[in-house]
């Protein structure tokens, strides 16, 4: 089951850094950087999963001494979480500078954007 969500994550990926380089409409870049760190979560979360264990919550029907054994390392999951907020928030500023490019120049087409050009 972890290959298959692996290697969803790795077409997403790929499908998003696809989107990001052949399309010239700034909004379509940024569906296709979102889908592209969507596929990257997954990939970790995937990497992070192992079959037969629980998640890491000791209580009384978890010993101490089994715990090692038994429970997932709940370190790719919080980096996930993380990844996910910060996601969200460079998703939010990139949606905010192509407003105010779109509000100055009235196209979301990259090419007619060439002040910093060399």
Do not use: C
């Amino acid at each position: 089951m972890s290959h298959i969500a692996m290697a969803t994550g790795f077409l997403l990926i790929l499908i998003g850094f696809y989107g990001a380089l052949t399309q010239r409409n700034l909004m379509r870049m940024i569906v296709a950087f979102t889908v592209a760190d969507s596929g990257v979560n997954l990939v970790i979360v995937s990497i992070g999963y192992m079959r037969g264990r629980t998640a890491p919550i000791l209580d009384s029907t978890l010993s101490a001494v089994d715990a090692a054994a038994r429970i997932i390392d709940p370190v790719p999951q919080a980096l996930v979480l993380t990844a996910i907020v910060i996601g969200v928030g460079v998703t939010a500023l990139m949606l905010a500078y192509v407003y105010r490019l779109y509000e100055k120049n009235r196209t979301l087409d990259i090419a007619h954007y060439t002040e910093l050009k060399w």
